[in-house]
């Protein structure tokens, strides 16, 4: 709570969440990139890619993204507490997760074993799935809670692990083919978090949310679709149909297709994060007369 | 649970608040470890005190009051000699025996002197804050004034222009209401005009208001802005600054003009009001040329009669031909008529009010005619008129409609034409003093204070007595006795204790400046000493900046300080009292009071000490003996302690005596527990007597008081008395015999205050006269497109709280405490978004805040919630808030009658960028 | 069973912050946090306005979510309806503000006291060290609500356990009480009126509940 200056209406309508500042969204950003590429490396792996450099720079994206939290929170040295809650707290398993991930992945890397390699795939696609959950849960903002919130953030994970891929493509997958199946599935990676993000964006205002939260999206829409998805979309066509500069075009697709991925969590953890505010169903009978209508300040949409 | 030690012990200290003039309220102080660290209700009261024992968010700073950091902890004497608000005081601390030598010297100085100057005027003179309250924590002080003699009340702090003014002075006029409260538990119906009872009303109308308004109640708030009480309202209508008579004028011209006399309350007319007195052709009583009592028509006998004849049967209306009466007119001059018409006062009203239509008032008050006609017709409907209540086993008539007015509407120009007119509401339908009426809670310029029933005495005409300042020609006081004038000026506020507090006291500011050119009485003077305690005209005047000017020219003055602030700024002696929760004092409560303390309980509470006095600051009855014994006035110190001076009852009456040893010094438990006995032994009527020590424990004593008690009207009816409405003879008669006395002594700077003396007002242009001063100063009318009107907010009202930071935190909460409210479409039309830095400019100068925009205000109207604008006051100097204080003028040409102003100003507004915000 | 709930009657409140600042004696919450404060609201457009003074604080959900995301179990959902945070295990990791739709929560990481740095007296003898950097909220006073276990006493009847703004409250807008027990002042004040909870469809089952008009 910081003691920002008040203007009338910030009491009772959405207001920004200042709790969880960058560090809380790098974690969404580093943490749900890298459990995203650990899930394609694993993926990639079955083709016989060398994966080693990719599953480092999984966990290093969800170790970083830890520390990050782990300087956000109130009482670091009491961070163990964290793993208490596993029954029906998301931050628990995605804390949970974290070992598993890091335990399989210096496994994987130590034995070569790609039963190592496949399970830390799974254990990040699980971080990244453990993420979308948390903020989902979040009922005080409504942007998160939305149900078309959850399979968003995962997807935009998964969509930049697969970018990542794409850029390390040139380096650790020599065959076209290979290069042009890692185009592929993010090109379709990236339809669907196209798709899915104008399917949240337009329920959003369908169903109504906190103009803040309606704002602050709708501010990067344009963008976030030229540039961040249409951009790198026809740069891995390029890719795909393999065409000459393939490879330049597949590492600039996935860059930008990962930017774009950051720049959106970074928005929807920060900028967007409007809280739900008050309403009121009916104001009060003041003495005779009738009840008043029902209010909801500070919502747009619906 | 917050605390992180094991308390070695934990006590809960009953007490009172009386920050403002809605209490006294109960409350406990919790003391941890000696420290005092939470207010909570005292529940003990629940049965007795009419909120139930609680208190409101004020009393919650006491804590926070007690050690905030920033208070005066020892004695401490100026040491540059020049004043001013870039001159730094230079206060070094000094010793007790220092600080009191210094003062009694300089009294005894004065003494030796003599009392009074060349002028006439009290060498001393003394400010204290908000409605008496200060008197409610300055322990036995008032046993040491009473014991010095002439004091000068007249410098003040906001008094005529902050409170109710034209109220207390016509309300306790026509009927003993120093303030007027609807009767809320019965009331069904309430035209609110400006009233702010939510705010400003304290626990107990809040809790009233908020039962009434569960049972069903209905109140509409008749104001410029959306008020805590309009949002709690059932409905808001936003007139225009300033209307209100022409809109309580079209109410009447409902009630009497469309309506008739046969819907109003016919008996109450004829037998409680001067309705039947017949008004001769000259616009006086005609009255019984023998007697030279009023005549009124018998329609028994058919013919004239002196009003209290017996058996005679009055007859409210009519025009009737009396021969043989003669009238009185100012200084006894006597008019006889052979034959004359004689039209009731009743008739007259009604002819008078015909022009005053709905549709005549809403180009005026900006008021649809069909909202005034409802209103006036709902009211009329809910007085129920014939209807009756039993309370205590006394069949009363129940008049459920109450008209109530608030601050800016009661005072300066209009506010004479808005309390007759609400008193008038009250009498055409018998809800005057009567069960769920409008009635008056206290008095205080009539005596007693605790029963104003008693009161009521039988004066002229079939009247109550009233004690006017004389304006005959031998009696007249042509040499003003104070620097207000209020005897020479001001005849309703007569001459009693509260009187010169109440008189006109922004003149005595102006005249220390200048005084009109036509001035013929000696010319005011500074007091040798100044006393102030709980009050800071700096900020809580008007055109504040130059008014510190004029506080800097006072050569001594002492201030009984808690915290350094604009005022104390310019003392030469800051003495620290223990405040709130380290003293000890005992007050009486109970009965009827301000506002709406309305009990059925009277009795006796103490203040003590729930933690020690921190620093070096003392007891305030420490103090006053100190002060008493170093002046040599220590046997009649302790005399007027005897009397009672000192609160409760006095030491010595019928069945006790625990009266002081007035040659000896007494300490300050010793008497207390005096007044605590007697308190208890007067109450008891003996029964009970109770010392020091029970009171510490149990905190309160009261006995049971019939709710009856809060009626006027049965009392009138007793006596055979009517109250003096419609018709203002006697108001036009002492202002036709003022106005020759000034005359004659060549004085006419205040005939415009004598056009006020009118037996039924007329409709003037009340807001033109906001333009015209403007144009008057030499400034443009035009410039200044806006009203600006301040407001009072219950976090702050009186509560001498500005350093207090939990008051500042949670105030922030409430609509208004972080800066200006302005309608926002008006503000778009400036160009100013919520939040802005804005200037507000009166023709006297500009005052800065924050852009709070809203809808609840009229589109004409900039509203400033409380008097900010500090300079010095620790906390409160950082808080960038506005004042309407330091751009409103001080204008002969805006003083009413009474002596009073309006809190409001004519203004242009701006944004401006935040660092010229200064 | 016994569900404590607060009843909030809309129409009493006048939006006077008596309970804020109360609430801030009795928990000594250090500035610009309240558990518990009073919205004013306005609606409408001139001459058309109303304005509403509505009471929040922590709602003591049926579910909720705030102890549902708890990663540490320091928030803990009460049989008897109080939803209590253990300081000592509460890591102030947000998730719990972030979940509760009622912005009831917060947490202070700098040690602020009402004039600075430096503590007044009341605030020395009652700075918890426990309370920085940790979530905290409305408790229901929840020190109170255990004395009545040991007293008998009943919480919404005796002020010595009931709740500090409920006893402040100098509008009697506010009761308190055992929902389960028919009887209760709460129950029989739910019962004659009508009321809402707030943000009902998010399936919370807010505990404090808001009265609007008669029935």
Redesign the interface.
Known sequence: ???A?????D??SPHQ?H??DWR?ASNFIAGGTGGGLLAFAAFASLWGTDVRALLVAGMALIGIGLTC?WF?????W??L?????LA?????RE?AVAPFVFGSGVLALATGQSLFVLLTGIFGACFVYAQAR?LA?????PA?RHPRCMPLVAATGFAEGASLLAVAAPFVIPQVAGQIAVATAALVLLLLRVLLWRNYLRSLRSDGAPEGSLRALSAIDGQFLKYGNLLPAILLLVGVIGAPLASPALILAGLIAVASGWWFKYTLVRRA?Y??G????????????P???A?K?GWGGA | MSSTTNPQSVRKVPTYCYNCVAGPDFMNVKVVDGVATEIEPNFAAEDIHPARGRVCVKAYGLVQKTYNPHRVLQPMKRTNPKKGRKEDPGFVPISWDEALDLVSAKLTSVRAKGLVDDSGLPRVAATFGHGGTPGMYMGSLPAFLAAWGPIDYSFGSGQGVKCVHSEHLYGEFWHRGFTVAADTPLARYVISIGSNVEASGGPCAVTRHADARVRGYKRVQVEPHLSVTGACSAEWVPIRPKTDPAFMFALIHVLVCEQGLDKLDVAFLRDRSSSPYLVGPDGLYLRDAESGKPLLWDERSGRAVPFDTEGAVPAVAGHFRVEGAISIDADDARQQFDVAEGITAYTKLVEHMAKYTPEWAESICDVPAATIRRIANEYLENASIGETIEIDGQTLPLRPVAVTLGKSVNNGWGAFECCWARTLLATLVGALENPGGTLGTTVRLNRPHDNRLLSVKAGEDGFMAQYFNPTDKEHWVAKPTGRNIHRTLVPIVGNTAWSQALGPTQLAWMFQREVPSDWNMPLPTLPDVWFIYRTNPAISFWDTRTLVEEIAKFPFTVSFAYTLDETNWMADLLLPEATDLESLQMIKVGGTKFVEQFWEHRGVVLRQPAVEAQGDTRDFTWISTQLAKRTGLLEAYNNALNRGAGGGAPLKADGYDYSLDASKEHGVEEIWDAVCRASSASLSEGREVHDLEWFKEHGFYTVPMSKTEWYLSPTLEKQGLRYEMPYQERLLRIGRELGNRLHEHKMHWWDEQLSEYAALPEWHDVPGRWTQQIANAGGKPEDFPLWLLATKSMQYHTGGNASIALMREVAQNVRGHTGVIINAKTAKSLGISDGDRIEVRSHIGATYGDAVLAQGVRPDTLVILGQFDHWATPVAKDFGMPSLNTIAPMSMELTDATGSGSDIVRVAVRKVERKEAV | MTRYVMAIDLRRCVGCQTCTAACKNANATPPGVQWRRVLDLETGEFPDVRRSFVPVACMHCDEPPCEEVCPTKATTKRPDGLVAIDYDTCIGCANCVMACPYEARSIVHDVKFAYGDKPIKSEEVRFDPARIAVSMKCTFCIDRIDLAAKTGQVPGRDPDVTPACVNSCISGAMAFGDLDDPDSKVSRLLAETQHFRMHEELGTGPGVYYIWDKK
Do not use: C
């Open positions: 709570m910081k003691a200056k008040i203007r009338s209406g009491r009772f969440q709790n969880w809380a939290v956000e929170i109130g009482k670091p009491r961070a507490n964290v793993y208490r809650h029906t707290s998301w931050m628990t804390a948390i849960a979040d009922k005080g903002i998160w994060a809280t739900q008050f309403a009121i169903p009916h104001l009060p009978v003041r003495g005779r007369g009840a008043g209508p209010v300040p």
